[in-house]
């Protein structure tokens, strides 16, 4: 099946250096606002990442972002699942958000650690009784017979701490990537796009301008 015919012309917006200012995480928190003030965008969070696992195979997948620090973003996961596991051998990531309406990407290279156990926690309490519940009953990656054991699962567990204070697992949590390097991307007309490149070196960033 040949795809050639697919074409679109990027042509909603430029981006120049100038437009970074002096923090580009700053930056990406206001390009991150312009998305969640877009209605066609439905999960502005929803970001890619991408890790290696010890037979240096990679894999990506959506999580959803769910804080954004001074140098630093953060998602929650079960740390037994194929993602931790990876992160436990190999702490580099890579995150992407694409922004379709807006014409926009940005990517985002640094190293993953488990955050405390207190910052779990605050955020495992402030979920729906019914996701903590999934969390708790999902062995995550892990095989099942069937979906419908899985629902059972679910089910009996939610019947029998329907009226309980539920704790969260051990191995559930959240893991924060600190950024290394971050490039916006705006797409252009003629597929000469806009591509600017920030790293972290020496306690400052540094930008360039690279070729789309």
């Not at 209605?39 to 890619?48: H, K, L, Q, V, Y």
């Not at 567990?157 to 705006?186: A, V």
Request: glycine content about 2%; some cysteine; proline content about 4%.
């Amino acid at each position: 099946m040949k795809l050639f015919d697919y074409r679109k012309s990027y042509e909603k917006n430029e981006l120049k250096i100038q437009d970074i200012g002096n923090n580009p995480i700053d930056f990406f928190i206001k390009w991150f606002k312009e998305a969640e003030d877009t209605s066609e965008i439905i999960e502005p969070n929803a970001m890619t990442i991408s890790t290696v696992d010890k037979n240096n195979s990679p894999s990506s997948r959506v999580v959803l972002l769910k804080q954004i620090k001074s140098r630093s973003l953060i998602f929650f996961t079960n740390y037994n699942s194929n993602k931790g596991k990876a992160l436990d051998k190999n702490k580099n990531i890579c995150a992407s958000f694409y922004w379709p309406p807006l014409e926009r990407q940005v990517i985002i290279k640094g190293v993953a650690n488990k955050i405390s156990e207190v910052e779990s926690q605050s955020y495992f309490s402030s979920r729906p009784f019914e996701s903590q519940a999934a969390a708790i009953i999902s062995n995550q990656s892990e095989k099942i017979s069937s979906y419908e054991s899985l629902l059972k699962k679910y089910k009996s567990f939610i019947d029998k701490n329907k009226n309980t204070k539920l704790k969260r697992p051990k191995n559930w949590g959240g893991i924060e990537i600190i950024i290394n390097q971050i490039e916006f991307w705006q797409g252009r007309r003629n597929r000469l796009h806009n591509r600017i490149q920030c790293v972290f070196d020496n306690d400052s960033w540094e930008y360039k301008i690279l070729s789309p």
